[in-house]
């Protein structure tokens, strides 16, 4: 599916090894968030660093494996990388002055550009043709216009009032970032080009909807570990992050399982 699959994997496999190595060092010392996050956000960056620990050996393993002929891991290890560059830009744009700070805008930066190569060296030529089941294929697209019109409406909804205020609130702005410059719009453009039956939409819309689940569900793990920092806890937000995030889970999967793929060689 991709050419020059050496020279990805290999942007793969450094990525990985630099996010599993930070990552680990925030789990293993959390006193490097000390002075720069609230005790009410330590959970959640807890919480990323574990998903995101696990999320680079999966991907190592992927970086080290994978064939051309293996299409659907190289679709999760799109995912993985957007994960990783939606990661370590929250923490770049929250302003984590950390030591570490050097090493998240790289992190950024590497798995954004890695995302870039994949895509431009995204081939073609190579498919002959990719079905996915006709009520799979509505819902997806109903998903992928959907969530961005949820989503959109409830941070302009949290935007206006701060806007108006002149406030910034922890942890949050780099949310509104990210998802609306980033994710929103590539959701909505994955729809379109799914309506107009196009091949990398077929490719795109797994990898989406795995990086929002493996996203919630790490917020979702951040909710339920805040009692363990002394941190208010709220049932109602932790299930409702737990459910989105399997559903999303849930169309990731069904999008891999029932796609079918036909190659010209």
Same mark, same amino acid.
């Given at each position: 599916?991709?050419?020059?699959? $050496?020279?990805?994997?290999?942007?793969?496999?450094?990525?990985?090894?630099?996010?599993?190595?930070?990552?680990?060092?925030?789990?293993?010392?959390?006193?490097?968030?000390?002075?720069?996050?609230?005790? $009410?956000?330590?959970?959640?960056?807890?919480?990323?660093?574990?998903?995101?620990?696990?999320?680079?050996?999966?991907?190592?393993?992927?970086?080290?494996?994978?064939?051309?002929?293996?299409?659907?891991?190289?679709?999760?290890?799109?995912?993985?990388?957007?994960?990783?560059?939606?990661?370590?830009?929250?923490?770049?744009?929250?302003?984590?002055?950390?030591?570490?700070?050097?090493?998240?805008?790289?992190?950024?930066?590497?798995?954004?550009?890695?995302?870039?190569?994949?895509?431009?060296?995204?081939?073609?030529?190579?498919?002959?043709?990719?079905?996915?089941?006709?009520?799979?294929?509505?819902?997806?697209?109903?998903?992928?216009?959907?969530?961005?019109?949820?989503?959109?409406?409830?941070?302009?909804?949290?935007?206006?009032?701060?806007?108006?205020?002149?406030?910034?609130? $922890?942890?949050?702005?780099?949310?509104?970032?990210?998802?609306?410059?980033?994710?929103?719009?590539?959701?909505?453009?994955?729809?379109?080009?799914?309506?107009?039956?196009?091949?990398?939409?077929?490719?795109?819309?797994?990898?989406?909807?795995?990086?929002?689940?493996?996203?919630?569900?790490?917020?979702?793990?951040?909710?339920?570990?805040?009692?363990?920092?002394?941190?208010?806890?709220?049932?109602?937000?932790?299930?409702?992050?737990?459910?989105?995030?399997?559903?999303?889970?849930?169309?990731?999967?069904?999008?891999?399982?029932?796609?079918?793929?036909?190659?010209?060689?």
């Amino acid at each position: 599916m991709i050419k020059n699959l $050496e020279l990805n994997k290999k942007l793969w496999l450094i990525t990985a090894i630099l996010s599993l190595l930070v990552s680990l060092t925030g789990l293993i010392n959390q006193d490097i968030y000390s002075k720069v996050i609230s005790k $009410e956000i330590l959970p959640g960056v807890v919480s990323q660093d574990l998903i995101t620990f696990i999320i680079s050996i999966l991907l190592i393993y992927i970086a080290l494996k994978v064939t051309k002929t293996a299409i659907k891991p190289q679709i999760i290890a799109l995912s993985f990388l957007a994960y990783i560059f939606y990661a370590y830009s929250i923490y770049a744009i929250e302003q984590i002055y950390n030591s570490f700070y050097l090493f998240y805008l790289l992190l950024s930066s590497l798995s954004f550009w890695s995302i870039v190569v994949t895509l431009t060296n995204y081939d073609k030529s190579y498919f002959k043709e990719l079905k996915l089941n006709k009520y799979l294929k509505y819902l997806t697209i109903t998903f992928l216009i959907l969530i961005p019109l949820l989503f959109c409406f409830l941070w302009s909804s949290q935007l206006l009032p701060l806007m108006a205020a002149g406030e910034k609130k $922890e942890f949050t702005f780099s949310i509104y970032i990210l998802d609306l410059i980033f994710v929103l719009p590539a959701m909505i453009i994955t729809a379109l080009i799914l309506i107009k039956d196009k091949i990398i939409g077929y490719l795109l819309a797994p990898a989406l909807f795995f990086k929002a689940f493996t996203l919630l569900f790490s917020v979702a793990i951040g909710s339920f570990l805040r009692p363990l920092y002394n941190v208010n806890f709220s049932a109602e937000q932790a299930f409702f992050y737990l459910i989105l995030s399997l559903s999303f889970l849930a169309l990731s999967i069904l999008n891999f399982v029932q796609l079918k793929i036909t190659t010209k060689k």
